[in-house]
């Protein structure tokens, strides 16, 4: 068992937060670890599900085809150990730097299915049956056949 260190940073290098983790522990409770920790006094703390850590790419790696920095290792894997994660070879101090950022608020999946099965149920007559109210200048009628309730009779005697 040992204790490692880390220099949480935000994306332009800023340092946020300094943990000292047994090795033992794993992502998932390193996020934990940021979410409990005061950081810098700007720095708010960040959920845990709103967390994206990341290991930045060794500095001479090298650029993508269009010319932006290779991309670090994202951390998506909370189960994973500490001692397990592999940081560039260039880190000559014993204090290791992982990247943070916050994803913002995250929405459930049965959220996103039940508006994206109702709205439409609910939006669509909205349009039908009040079209007065969404287009006031409009004087458009819907076809005697459209209408809804109403028996229709083409042969009237």
Known sequence: MGVVKFNIVSRSGKSLYRLELDDELTVGD???KI???????????????RQRLTIPAPAGAPHGKDGRPAAGTVLSDDR????????PSDSSSS??????????????YAMVFFWEYFGPLVVYPL???FPQFLYPTSTFKHASSWRVGKPHHDAQK
């Open 95 to 108: 204090e290791f730097t992982i990247q943070i950022k916050d994803l913002g608020p995250q929405v459930g």
């Open 30 to 32: 390193l996020k934990k």
């Open 35 to 49: 979410h409990s920790s005061n950081g810098t006094r700007s720095s708010k703390p960040i959920h845990p599900v």
């Open 127 to 129: 349009f039908f049956f």
């Open 80 to 87: 994973k150990r500490l001692k397990d994660l592999h940081f």
